[in-house]
């Protein structure tokens, strides 16, 4: 499995939109990103997932590079509810490398009011 | 919302005692993982079942750890002779992999926080 790097910790006001940044400079070719949060006593949330350009959902949006050593997480506008850590993963889907997944330290996001 | 869900949520016990965690994950979900996670730190995996069928376990997982799935829907994890480092959150995740290739993201309980006393 790749080897993922992201920043320990980010904080950002409330209503801000927020860029986390995460490094995967040895990502195989079939291997897709996936980014989860966690709050404090429960389990990782899924978020969002991508392979390659920008992917978009109701939560956040996804920016992967044509070279796809890295991705962006992008949250806009967040609120005191946004805190928490945020995983970036990097796996395969299709050949079965997925099953398990390795998470890094997270990036620990505190939303200031 | 029949998501995946763990049992219990908070376990106290006292060292040398042996402890059972129950995961019940998405119905149509073939695949169920267990992770360990301690503070400040992702979780890390420990196994991982298709159906019934265990098919992977980390080095974590020691002879006083074992994992059940008997018919490919819920599960249990048991810790024999608990100590001291195996207090952490035990979580439970499950997926979708299709038979023709491919696995959507994992699902995740909110887990059982084991301490031991």
């Known amino acids: 499995l790749a080897k993922t790097t992201q920043p320990i910790s980010m904080d950002s006001y409330e209503g801000q939109e927020v860029n986390i940044t995460c490094s995967h400079n040895n990502i195989a070719t079939n291997d897709y990103i996936t980014w989860y949060q966690q709050f404090p006593s429960q389990g990782p949330r899924f978020i969002i997932q991508g392979y390659k350009t920008k992917v978009t959902n109701e939560v956040a949006s996804l920016f992967i590079p044509a070279d796809r050593k890295s991705s962006t997480l992008s949250l806009p506008r967040v609120s005191l509810s946004d805190t928490a850590v945020y995983y970036c993963?990097?796996?395969?889907?299709?050949?079965?490398?997925?099953?398990?997944?390795?998470f890094g330290t997270g990036t620990k996001l505190q939303v200031i009011p | 919302d029949t998501g995946v869900s763990q049992d219990p949520r908070h376990k106290i016990t006292k060292r040398g005692q042996n402890v059972t965690f129950r995961c019940d994950p998405i119905?149509?979900?073939?695949?169920l993982y267990w992770y360990r996670q301690t503070l400040g730190q992702g979780p890390e995996f420990l196994t991982y079942?298709?159906?019934?069928?265990?098919?992977?376990k980390s080095r974590l997982l020691s002879d006083r750890f074992s994992a059940e799935r008997p018919k490919g829907s819920f599960s249990t994890l048991e810790i024999q002779r608990t100590e001291q480092g195996d207090s952490a959150m035990y979580l439970c995740?499950?997926?979708?992999?299709?038979?023709?290739?491919?696995?959507?993201?994992?699902?995740f309980g909110d887990g059982t926080r084991l301490s031991i006393l």
């Open positions: 119905s149509e979900h073939n695949r």
């Open positions: 079942f298709q159906n019934e069928a265990q098919l992977e």
């Open positions: 993963l990097v796996g395969d889907l299709y050949s079965g490398g997925y099953q398990k997944v390795t």
């Open positions: 995740a499950s997926s979708l992999a299709h038979v023709t290739g491919g696995n959507q993201p994992q699902h």
